[in-house]
């Protein structure tokens, strides 16, 4: 008994709720006519889609600048690599290639800058980043709108100006990870690329953290006065993180537009940041400790839910109330993560 | 008389930056007034409008700054609260002054119970109190939307065919106020040329901030100051720390629920999963816009913060469209100063926290350097 009490409190009430509601779902799914195969497909492709993004919260996460709620500006870095990529008229693989490489400079000196201004306010970074991240995308609206794209896939054919609200990638770079190496075995499609892809990230992420540098962060993150003491550049440190946090946002967000085959502009990625949070939240991390395990075992739990509620409640109760399970789910394990007593002391 | 001139000019300097943002609303304001080309009668007509509309929003924000819990961005709880109020009234079919009474009463416990149950989760999250409020909004927001979504109708009998959804249950994406729209504003309303003043909405505002004025000087008040001011040595005082937090949070959700009622008979429609996600924001950048911060607020802040931002946010606008021939451009502009607003002044406040840090540590050394001479 005492066992199960401590794993319980190790491991955390609202995970196991949620592993078991989701266990829940996958027996309910065959009584009531959902296909088990569908499902599953739909879950390992939205992980693919949803993993990098959550991969970003991280190297923040490590070096003690808690969750990363400014998301959407490594999100805005993606997208004007992915919209210059449009623009120069690469196609395939070449496109999306392109587009990470345009969208990496912008993600460094974002996040270089993003970086210096989380170190001038230790300590309420959370609140900031947050707004942060909503004043950035207010700011590309109106970016959006005056920038002098050309490409007329993408800008509104009436005026001819101003690019619009959702751009398609078909022609571009749609489903170039999708469909590499494509496994099927039955009905069940296996997205290959997009999983390998994710994979290779996770594991340079993996080994960057056990390099001096990613030793030096976890440092930096678990005790940022003994860190100092033993000769770490604290505030580089924690710039490189959020460097590297925005920049795996960018490239997040391009993995999850060539699967979802739109690429979402203005107000689109506002709310970006939640799901990622609660993602890598409900996969066991914490606000200052997180692993590459939590993200893979967070967004599989999380993107599982997303996708199983809304056909298993569907089909059992003829209601749709996913939206307010996506929310009361993904909100709630962000409020328990926060109030959290051992992990607010830091 | 040169050191007069520099200390002056440091006086200066520290007056930019201990209010860039207001300062920084007036240029923009005195820029986009002329550009938008609106005359000075609607202007101030508008910005009446909006005063009597947001004030009461905004002024319940103050109480929980007070007590050191920063900007309290679960006001939306107790709008939610609100609009549960309004519907019920709506089905019951009661109208005018006493419809509206009626709403702020069904939302008075609603209010109370949402509140103490966000002051007990803030309790547990101290010293990250807004990011913590800010998702406890949307966490609410969920429960909210089951609640008006599904039970209304279902487990909550509604009557009227007009607020329910075709299926049968569920409320519509919008209701129809127009039993109580401007009762309360036309409620002793003076007309002066084309301006209309809405009386009866300013005295109930003005009988608020009476209100918190009178708060501020009772023993909960001072408590609350004492709590704000440094937990340990409040409770070391025999101050319930946790119960007076709660009780500030509270009384905000309260107030903010009246503060959305006048809102809305002011609107006159509701938006149902809409209308209280926006308040917050706004009410929040208003006020610091006013030239609060994150832990000094004052009814002299809320006025100046509707004036400025309504101000930006009427001419805003039309000022981008006749700049550069795109409305579309002035409304985003909005947006992101909105919340540009409320990121400055979080740096801000930050930034300044530690310069006081750092004053007081040279203060400190520079006494002890004296002593030992």
């Given at each position: 008994?005492?066992?199960?009490?401590?794993?319980?409190?190790?491991?955390?009430?609202?995970?196991?709720?949620?592993?078991?509601?989701?266990?829940?779902?996958?027996?309910?799914?065959?009584?009531?006519?959902?296909?088990?195969?569908?499902?599953?497909?739909?879950?390992?492709?939205?992980?693919?889609?949803?993993?990098?993004?959550?991969?970003?919260?991280?190297?923040?996460?490590?070096?003690?600048?808690?969750?990363?709620?400014?998301?959407?500006?490594?999100?805005i870095a993606g997208l004007l690599g992915a919209t210059l990529a449009l623009e120069c008229e690469f196609h395939g693989v070449v496109c999306f290639l392109m587009a990470i490489l345009f969208a990496t400079p912008f993600a460094v000196i974002f996040g270089w800058g993003y970086g210096k201004l989380l170190n001038k306010v230790k300590g309420g970074e959370m609140?900031?980043?947050?707004?942060?991240?909503?004043?950035?995308?207010?700011?590309?609206?109106?970016?959006?709108?005056?920038?002098?794209?050309?490409?007329?896939?993408?800008?509104?054919?009436?005026?001819?100006?101003?690019?619009?609200?959702?751009?398609?990638?078909?022609?571009?770079?749609?489903?170039?990870?999708?469909?590499?190496?494509?496994?099927?075995?039955?009905?069940?499609?296996?997205?290959?690329?997009?999983?390998?892809?994710?994979?290779?990230?996770?594991?340079?992420?993996?080994?960057?953290?056990?390099?001096?540098?990613?030793?030096?962060?976890?440092?930096?993150?678990?005790?940022?006065?003994?860190?100092?003491?033993?000769?770490?550049?604290?505030?580089?440190?924690?710039?490189?993180?959020?460097?590297?946090?925005?920049?795996?946002?960018?490239?997040?967000?391009?993995?999850?537009?060539?699967?979802?085959?739109?690429?979402?502009?203005?107000?689109?990625?506002?709310?970006?940041?939640?799901?990622?949070?609660?993602?890598?939240?409900?996969?066991?991390?914490?606000?200052?400790?997180?692993?590459?395990?939590?993200?893979?075992?967070?967004?599989?739990?999380?993107?599982?839910?997303?996708?199983?509620?809304?056909?298993?409640?569907?089909?059992?109760?003829?209601?749709?109330?996913?939206?307010?399970?996506?929310?009361?789910?993904?909100?709630?394990?962000?409020?328990?993560?926060?109030?959290?007593?051992?992990?607010?002391?830091? | 008389?040169?050191?007069?001139?520099?200390?002056?000019?440091?006086?200066?300097?520290?007056?930019?930056?201990?209010?860039?943002?207001?300062?920084?609303?007036?240029?923009?304001?005195?820029?986009?007034?002329?550009?938008?080309?609106?005359?000075?009668?609607?202007?101030?007509?508008?910005?009446?409008?909006?005063?009597?509309?947001?004030?009461?929003?905004?002024?319940?924000?103050?109480?929980?700054?007070?007590?050191?819990?920063?900007?309290?961005?679960?006001?939306?709880?107790?709008?939610?609260?609100?609009?549960?109020?309004?519907?019920?009234?709506?089905?019951?079919?009661?109208?005018?002054?006493?419809?509206?009474?009626?709403?702020?009463?069904?939302?008075?416990?609603?209010?109370?119970?949402?509140?103490?149950?966000?002051?007990?989760?803030?309790?547990?999250?101290?010293?990250?109190?807004?990011?913590?409020?800010?998702?406890?909004?949307?966490?609410?927001?969920?429960?909210?939307?089951?609640?008006?979504?599904?039970?209304?109708?279902?487990?909550?009998?509604?009557?009227?065919?007009?607020?329910?959804?075709?299926?049968?249950?569920?409320?519509?994406?919008?209701?129809?106020?127009?039993?109580?729209?401007?009762?309360?504003?036309?409620?002793?309303?003076?007309?002066?040329?084309?301006?209309?003043?809405?009386?009866?909405?300013?005295?109930?505002?003005?009988?608020?901030?009476?209100?918190?004025?009178?708060?501020?000087?009772?023993?909960?008040?001072?408590?609350?100051?004492?709590?704000?001011?440094?937990?340990?040595?409040?409770?070391?005082?025999?101050?319930?720390?946790?119960?007076?937090?709660?009780?500030?949070?509270?009384?905000?959700?309260?107030?903010?629920?009246?503060?959305?009622?006048?809102?809305?008979?002011?609107?006159?429609?509701?938006?149902?999963?809409?209308?209280?996600?926006?308040?917050?924001?706004?009410?929040?950048?208003?006020?610091?816009?006013?030239?609060?911060?994150?832990?000094?607020?004052?009814?002299?802040?809320?006025?100046?913060?509707?004036?400025?931002?309504?101000?930006?946010?009427?001419?805003?606008?039309?000022?981008?469209?006749?700049?550069?021939?795109?409305?579309?451009?002035?409304?985003?502009?909005?947006?992101?100063?909105?919340?540009?607003?409320?990121?400055?002044?979080?740096?801000?406040?930050?930034?300044?926290?530690?310069?006081?840090?750092?004053?007081?540590?040279?203060?400190?050394?520079?006494?002890?350097?004296?002593?030992?001479?």
């Amino acid at each position: 008994m005492n066992k199960i009490k401590e794993f319980v409190n190790q491991f955390g009430l609202p995970r196991i709720i949620i592993g078991l509601f989701l266990l829940l779902l996958f027996i309910i799914a065959p009584f009531v006519g959902v296909k088990v195969s569908t499902s599953i497909n739909d879950t390992l492709v939205r992980f693919g889609m949803n993993s990098v993004l959550v991969l970003a919260m991280v190297p923040m996460i490590h070096s003690g600048c808690g969750l990363n709620f400014g998301l959407p500006f490594g999100i805005i870095a993606g997208l004007l690599g992915a919209t210059l990529a449009l623009e120069c008229e690469f196609h395939g693989v070449v496109c999306f290639l392109m587009a990470i490489l345009f969208a990496t400079p912008f993600a460094v000196i974002f996040g270089w800058g993003y970086g210096k201004l989380l170190n001038k306010v230790k300590g309420g970074e959370m609140m900031i980043a947050t707004y942060v991240g909503f004043s950035s995308v207010a700011f590309m609206c109106m970016m959006w709108l005056i920038l002098p794209y050309k490409n007329p896939t993408m800008v509104w054919g009436y005026s001819g100006r101003g690019l619009r609200t959702t751009i398609t990638t078909e022609g571009y770079f749609l489903h170039v990870l999708d469909d590499f190496l494509k496994i099927k075995i039955g009905r069940l499609v296996i997205p290959t690329g997009m999983i390998l892809f994710f994979a290779v990230l996770a594991f340079c992420m993996w080994a960057f953290l056990h390099t001096k540098t990613g030793t030096a962060m976890t440092a930096v993150g678990s005790n940022p006065i003994f860190a100092r003491a033993s000769g770490i550049n604290v505030d580089r440190i924690r710039t490189l993180s959020v460097i590297m946090s925005t920049w795996l946002g960018a490239v997040g967000i391009l993995v999850y537009e060539q699967s979802f085959g739109f690429i979402q502009l203005y107000m689109g990625p506002f709310y970006m940041a939640l799901p990622a949070v609660s993602a890598i939240l409900i996969g066991g991390a914490s606000v200052n400790k997180a692993t590459v395990a939590n993200v893979i075992i967070g967004t599989f739990l999380f993107q599982g839910i997303l996708t199983m509620t809304p056909s298993v409640m569907n089909a059992a109760v003829h209601t749709d109330i996913s939206e307010v399970v996506r929310i009361v789910v993904s909100n709630g394990m962000i409020l328990y993560a926060l109030t959290r007593k051992t992990e607010a002391s830091r | 008389m040169k050191q007069q001139q520099k200390s002056s000019f440091k006086k200066f300097l520290r007056f930019l930056s201990d209010n860039t943002v207001t300062v920084l609303f007036v240029i923009i304001c005195a820029v986009s007034i002329p550009l938008s080309g609106y005359s000075l009668t609607y202007l101030v007509s508008e910005i009446i409008v909006r005063m009597a509309r947001d004030s009461f929003l905004i002024v319940s924000l103050l109480i929980p700054i007070m007590a050191g819990m920063g900007l309290n961005f679960g006001m939306t709880l107790g709008a939610m609260a609100a609009e549960i109020g309004l519907i019920c009234i709506c089905d019951w079919g009661v109208v005018g002054i006493p419809g509206i009474v009626l709403a702020a009463i069904i939302s008075t416990p609603i209010s109370i119970l949402l509140g103490w149950w966000c002051g007990k989760i803030l309790n547990l999250a101290k010293g990250r109190e807004m990011v913590t409020s800010y998702i406890i909004g949307f966490f609410m927001n969920g429960i909210y939307q089951l609640v008006v979504l599904y039970c209304f109708g279902g487990i909550i009998p509604v009557r009227s065919s007009k607020l329910v959804l075709p299926r049968g249950y569920g409320i519509r994406n919008t209701v129809n106020l127009s039993g109580i729209r401007l009762k309360l504003d036309n409620l002793l309303a003076i007309r002066i040329g084309t301006i209309s003043i809405p009386i009866g909405t300013f005295l109930i505002i003005a009988a608020l901030c009476l209100f918190v004025l009178w708060f501020k000087k009772t023993k909960l008040g001072q408590d609350m100051r004492a709590v704000g001011q440094d937990m340990e040595v409040s409770r070391a005082a025999g101050i319930k720390v946790e119960h007076t937090r709660i009780i500030s949070i509270i009384i905000s959700t309260v107030l903010a629920g009246y503060g959305m009622i006048i809102y809305l008979q002011s609107m006159g429609t509701l938006n149902t999963y809409n209308s209280h996600t926006q308040v917050g924001m706004f009410s929040i950048a208003a006020l610091l816009v006013g030239g609060a911060s994150v832990s000094k607020a004052n009814i002299r802040n809320v006025f100046l913060g509707v004036i400025l931002f309504h101000l930006m946010f009427i001419v805003s606008p039309m000022a981008g469209k006749n700049l550069i021939g795109e409305a579309q451009l002035g409304e985003y502009f909005r947006v992101f100063v909105s919340y540009g607003v409320i990121t400055l002044s979080l740096v801000l406040y930050e930034l300044r926290k530690k310069r006081e840090l750092g004053d007081e540590g040279a203060a400190l050394a520079a006494g002890q350097k004296e002593e030992g001479k």
